[in-house]
């Protein structure tokens, strides 16, 4: 596979090539809307297809966009260069400024206007924007026993107290020098990952708990990736019984459409979900402790009832259950058998039984 | 000072001996309205006051609630007697249920109810919710030479590769073995944290960089208090140049009026402020990248202009400037002149001059 500093050269220099020629200069952008996404069932990701525009300097409605995506990929060219890393914030910021010799023309108006050609630079030289140097906004924090060398530093992420390792926002230059676990867990909130580090889950039943309060962000998501990839562990994901926990596994195991094109390089496709599901709110006696769905909730749900991967009998099951019941339940409400109660019963008992929901 | 079990056993003890002597009992709750609440110029921050209700069992306007705070104090005394920590979410759900002999009369109907109780007992007790083991919600990692010890695990926060130390919920426990630091430098957000550890700001410039991603959460207030007071060291917080950052060095300073009571706990009353300011977009030649203010910045602002601590020549020109001038400016926008310039020039000048708005 080509470097990416090639692949930014030899974008440059084919714009180049065509000027000498006399020609109007073009860039290929592969197309990112949803005609050229599809659901590749065997990979179980969705992928992106070949259809492609061409961005011509000469297309008035084009001109913008051409200049704005060289302004880009010179500036990722730069970084990578130097060996710097920029946020997709300090990209626009870096880049944003008065055209010289013309009155109020400014390169971006907004980062409404950088942030897509990142995405489009990304797709169409088949790259991650953190291969560009671009880092991602960070969340989200990993406790258990592995190894991490990032630069000259190496450290154990069981010993770090109960606070874990911040995951930054780029883990593309980090190794996995030694990891002893049997599975990665990933937990949707902040509040249930420190209740299984205070129980101590992680060294009770050898599991890497990666906290990725809220949506996984992309940093969280190349770890899971990586560490599943790299050394083998099984991907188990934990959320609250919600259209939105439901999505964040969603993500997690087959990719979202707007990031499609990376699901090869961000997904697991055989994530497994242990919960929380409808069906736990009798098997656990959690009637007293659900919350009634909101309109919107109930509206997410019927989407996600059309989506391929939740296709599945259990989960169109599943998801028609929550609609009839109209609840949720979150893992939090699991406090209410005891406090131990997800650590020592409800977890333990859902993965070495693999009662997953699939 | 008496311990936390001790206050909470009274609670207990008070209780059941006024009903034994067949009166009504009742439970002594501080006031937390606005007129119990004021800023003393002296110690520079918000202050609570003498002013407090009783909470009857006989009077049905308060028996929910009282009945409400003997069941989170006792929960709280359980907690501390264990030695477990549960999130106040935890807490709502562990405590909630149907009351025995009643239709559907909950305990709590939603974790409105409880919290305000949490805050009730943290004011009347003079404890923090950490001692009642309660734990916030955490986000933010901090990041240089401190050598943390938590349990039993030893570690130093400047070899964690690019991620830092995830900072927990609750840091009342962990100890400070050796810092090597002259200042603690608290930033808004996580790109421009890690923007400074890229540049190796903390090395350069022995500073601790703590990332509060946001309005800094209890955890990260309580670890900046604690490092501050204990290892002596000074304050600097840089934040965007807009009301919501200007609003996040208030609080680490004076206290927010909803905690003024825990003010002495967690602010930090000398804290500096390097930025941003309005002034910088001239002095740094920014103009091409500040953003419009929107209606409800120019709100925020204008309450601002009337807060005590806010009341200084130079705070009250910088808010009128930005009124006037109707833009913010973010810290990211600094990467307009170089993506080095904030950890090379902006902050090094301003910090080692003492250029801070006060």
New interface residues.
Partial sequence: MKKVEEKLEELGRKVLEQLEKGRDPYIKITQRSLGNVSYDKDKGFLVIGNKYSKRYYLNIAHTRKFMQTLLVASYCNELIKEN????I???Y??L???IEGTKKE?TFENQDESNPIIEDLELSLNVLREELNL?A???G?LYGDIV????E?E?NCS????????????VEE?EFKRVNARYILVVET??MA??LI?EKFAQKNKALIVAC?GQAPRGVRRLIKRIHKEKKLPVIVFTDGDPYGWYIYSTIKQGSINLAYLSNRLSVPDSKFVGMTIDDIETYGLE??TEKLKETDLKRIKEELEYPWFKTKEWQRQLKLALKKGVRI?Q?????K??SFVADKYLPEKIENEIFLS
Same sequence: chains 1, 2.
């Fill in positions: 710097k890393h920029a946020g914030r300090e990209l910021y870096a944003k400024h008065t400014n880092t906004d960070r969340r924090y991490i060398k990032d630069g530093d450290f010993k770090l107290g109960r606070g874990g390792w911040a995951v930054p926002g780029n980090i902040a509040a420190d209740r205070e309060q007293n402790v979150e939090q409400a699991l406090a209410n005891s406090l």
